[in-house]
């Protein structure tokens, strides 16, 4: 990481022409389509493993319905309401694995209020 006081000097981003440019003539492993966090995640791994790795995106990256989670790991409890106890089971057990496993260092219990509407759908 640069010192404090360190000039910097940034590249241009490249334009979404000169991208194209440079897509059409390397040779990818793998390319993915989607930008996000299922599509970002799948070319990190994709690029950890050593593949080359092409993520493209329609419109921006992490544009779309990433840009809305509120980045809890709910483990969809809203779903039970509809009955789906074996989606609600699995989305747990993938709570545990990332809280416990994955990711320890990014997980933390966090205690708040749920507002319960008189009226409201809850
Ligand atoms: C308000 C809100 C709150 C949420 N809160 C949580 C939460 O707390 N915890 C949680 O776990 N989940 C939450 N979610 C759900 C979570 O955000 C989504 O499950 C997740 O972001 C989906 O990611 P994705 O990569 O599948 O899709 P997206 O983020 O939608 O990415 C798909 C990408 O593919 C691109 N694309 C689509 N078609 C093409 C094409 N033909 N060519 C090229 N690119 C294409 C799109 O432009 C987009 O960028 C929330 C969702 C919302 C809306």
Redesign the pocket.
Request: proline fraction near 0%; charge should be negative.
């Given at each position: 990481m640069p010192a404090l006081g360190t000039h910097l000097t940034y590249a241009p981003a490249p334009s979404r022409a000169e991208t194209r440019e440079q897509l059409s003539k390397a040779t990818y492993d793998l390319l993915v389509?989607?930008?996000?966090?299922?599509?970002?995640s799948t070319a990190w791994h994709a690029a950890q493993s050593g593949l080359r790795v092409a993520l493209?995106?329609?419109?921006?990256?992490?544009?779309?319905?990433?840009?809305?989670?509120?980045?809890?790991?709910?483990g969809g409890l809203r779903y039970l309401q509809t009955g789906a106890v074996k989606l609600v089971a699995e989305n747990h057990f993938e709570r545990r694995a990332v809280s416990r496993q994955v990711a320890p260092h990014l997980a933390n219990p966090l205690t708040f209020y749920l507002p319960v509407y008189k009226g409201g759908p809850h």
């Open positions: 389509i989607g930008g996000g966090i299922l599509g970002i493209v995106d329609a419109g921006d990256f992490a544009g779309a319905t990433s840009s809305a989670s509120s980045k809890l790991l709910h």
